[in-house]
């Protein structure tokens, strides 16, 4: 069973650019949950859908955004980059529909650097 | 909204010792305490998970302990292997909205050494 799968693995951008990373989930899953990890921060909650709906979402400026498509494929996006936003951005997903005691499986990651 | 702090935030140990990681969560309304296990150039993977009516869960050498009250959890390693080092991510989740949305510590660095 393929897992989690993350594109692009590596990005640079620079200043003022967006950026579009997508997410495939392992097949049978529909919620996909999105974090962004630094060495300083640790791992962020960015936001969680399930079934095409935003579900959750965590303290980031509306900068960052995301979707999800029919097939449980999601994509996340940033606008009008900053230097404070490379970091390696995690997607993952789980199984369970309800409640929050679902095992996530994670990517590999997106890294971004932003120059 | 709900803060996890982890310590220590390096742990070097001998190969066949013990290592215990701590974590201390804010919300009381969390019931979900996971860890992960981060690999160099890897996803964080589940590793064990404790739930909020269970005070001890243990599975081969990994061990995971919950004192709600105090509002702190660990987990133990027991007879460490060179495999076990990584980084180390506690968690905690609670039952907001449906779904997942995982508060993670800042992360322990493990080394086993031979």
């Known amino acids: 069973k393929a897992g989690v799968t993350q594109t692009p693995r590596y990005l640079i951008k620079t200043r003022g650019q967006q950026v579009t990373l997508s997410c495939s989930p392992i097949?049978?899953?529909?919620?996909v949950s999105w974090y962004q990890q630094t060495p300083g921060q640790g791992l962020q909650f960015l936001f969680e859908?399930?079934?095409?709906?935003?579900?959750n979402k965590g303290n980031f400026p509306g900068r960052f955004s995301g979707r999800q498509f029919s097939n449980s494929r999601s994509e996340m996006n940033v606008s009008t980059l900053e230097l404070g936003d490379s970091a390696l951005y995690l997607c993952?997903?789980?199984?369970?529909?309800?409640?929050?005691?679902?095992?996530?499986?994670f990517g590999e990651g997106s890294r971004l650097t932003v120059l | 909204g709900e803060n996890v702090e982890q310590h220590p935030s390096t742990l070097s140990v001998q190969e066949g010792d013990s290592a215990v990681i701590k974590c201390t969560y804010s919300?009381?309304?969390?019931?979900?305490f996971p860890w992960y296990k981060q690999e160099l150039g890897k996803g964080p993977q589940l590793i064990i998970d404790?739930?909020?009516?269970?005070g001890e869960k243990k599975d081969q050498r990994i061990a995971v302990t919950l004192n709600k009250t105090a509002k702190h959890f660990s987990l133990h390693i027991t007879e460490t292997q060179p495999e076990d080092s990584a980084v180390y991510f506690c968690a905690a989740s609670r039952p907001v909205g449906g779904g997942n949305k995982l508060t993670f510590g800042t992360g322990t660095q493990l080394k086993v050494e031979l």
């Open positions: 859908y399930f079934s095409e709906t935003q579900r």
């Open positions: 097949s049978g899953h529909r919620s």
């Open positions: 993952a997903s789980s199984l369970v529909q309800m409640l929050n005691t679902g095992e996530l499986f």
């Open positions: 919300d009381s309304a969390s019931n979900y």
């Open positions: 404790i739930r909020s009516n269970v």
